[in-house]
């Protein structure tokens, strides 16, 4: 058996990352949403 998560950090911030979020408009309101919650990170 291997281990299920292998983290890398690019794929990571392909896919959660800023200007992933700002592509969609549903990621525009998630980055607003925790704008408005003053969030230290708004995304990784």
């Known amino acids: 058996m291997?281990?299920?998560y292998k983290p890398?950090?690019?794929k990571r911030a392909r896919t959660h990352?800023?200007?992933k979020?700002?592509?969609s408009p549903g990621?525009?309101?998630v980055l607003s949403s925790r704008r408005?919650?003053?969030r230290q990170k708004?995304?990784?």
């Open 36 to 38: 408005r919650k003053k």
């Open 42 to 44: 708004i995304s990784p």
């Open 21 to 23: 979020r700002m592509s």
């Open 17 to 19: 990352g800023f200007l």
């Open 2 to 4: 291997s281990v299920t």
């Open 8 to 10: 890398k950090k690019k």
């Open 27 to 29: 990621g525009k309101k």
